[in-house]
């Protein structure tokens, strides 16, 4: 199938197929014990898979091309009920964080990523109070939602401890967010989580994930935006990743319009640059409950300019209000089929 | 050196030495003949240089990662007085075009770099007549500029007839570009060509090189430049590909620091993404010479909404006037350095 652009989409029973190879080779529900095996039949951890000496990200969601780091040294390799998980020091992107051979975080561009999905939700809308990460078990949204001084709680769901427990013994700059103590840490299925929250009790919700299989697959799906809603006030947000538009556009046309039915405020797409995520970008789908409108496109506060924020965590690295609108700006292949979705 | 996100920029030293192997290699002056030779002493070809089956892309340029495609099959490698040459098709992504090693075209994601280095210039000042076009020998330029029905001549200047030849033969809709009756193609070195031209000749000059090691390093150069402006007309326009933000912001900051020396106008730093570039973005600088003001942000002319461009060949896969201005809008990181280089 080719998108309008003549760029060859991953086909959608690409994805389907992988999500069933890693239930299959569980043996369980897609949630299931073990290790995943590459293609090749390979670890998917990817270490000297293909490179000796360097880790190469390989997968079916972008077939035919990978992404390769240099390695100094495997920091840790390990396996939770959830996924592989591994960090390795790299020559030039310092530590890697890696879950089911996938790239998550790298200490050389995570500011991009963590600095937009917060920054999005929280500065379209005035004086968040109570914010909800799902997700984000590194810790480095919980660090950018802190900047906020008239924030007040920060609840996270996090789903493998694992991963908390990696990103503060090796990425220790994004795991003090989990210092601060308006969060409150819990360990556990977002899914779950929802449902035991009171309606309208967030002014925000940010859901960062990583990619639509296992153990993330639920929080792609219908149920799940529907709880979310639910536990947002009128006029709340919320902000997912939203994979690639150079390489997911069916899926993204699929995520507009399950969100156009759930969400009767805003639904709007935004993307930034990450060099080491598949090809170089990662988007954002963001979308409002009913309630005041919100224009997501233009920001009404400027965190880069809050002077708390500044002095207390630093200057930011990445997000600005210029860079907060640019993000709304689609390539025409792509902006043509969200469009669409959205009228 | 860090650069102000805490990002490693690849060294200056780095990339002199990369210039001054290439020089030693081939036993003559930078632009001597010969294969140059991968750091391991691999040919820089990159096919099969890692993963069996694959090209990759491995430099000093960006060191510590490798960008790698799946190859289907080899479809020309050669080498001319200039450059190895080779042509691949890959698994995903069309056929390639690799110039020492370095990718330069993909079929898949080329619409993104050819239509904003052709559109963000052109749609900047008002009826375009006299166009310059320096390397781009792919056609693809030649092709975007030829939307412009009031575009009277268009002239090109490619160092290397083989790479024209070898996209006449495997990037038809790409080299498609110099059938235009308006174009003339000149064989030849673009510095000596340049010297040829009466002053204030063109509208615009768009450089579509390579990076700055040869053939193109001269096309980084103060003298190059100093022609340049000379062969424009008073707020006439040039635009180059500038390198990424993510790896080469000291580079970045020197074009920006010898280019305000030379252009009395504006001076402007934009961004996109291009998953087959080296960190997924490619930057462009935009110039102009003294004379009527330019505001390179917000374009005079929507070339997405000409009928004959539309008509003629087809709706812009990329390029729009949103994604135009939103070009220009930086991560804080670039800002700084970029808004410090131009004030």
Redesign the interface.
Known sequence: MEA?????AVPREEVAAKRASVGQENGQNSRGKGTAAAEDGKPMDGISA??PG?F?EISPMW????????VEEILFQGKSEYQNVMVFQ????GNVLVLDGVIQVT???E??CQEMITHLPLCSIPNPRKVLVIGGGDGGVLHEVSRYSFVEQIDICEIDDLVVDVSKKFFPHLAIGFEDPRVNLHIGDGVAFLKSVPEGTYDAIIVDSSDLIDPAQELFEKPFFESVARSLRPGGVVCTQAESI?LHMHIIEDIVNVRRQIFKGSVNYA?T???T?P???IGFMLCSTEGPPIDFQNPVYNI?EDEKSNESKG??????S??H???F?????A?RVIEFQTN
């Open positions: 309008e652009c003549g760029i060859p293909v490179i360097w190469s077939a035919g091309k990978a992404y390769s780091l240099k790299s020559s030039t992107y200490e050389r561009d500011c991009a150079w993307w640059t990450v060099p995520y090809s170089g970008v880069d200057p930011l690295k990445f997000y600005n210029e860079i609108s640019a993000a700006c689609l390539p025409s292949f902006k």
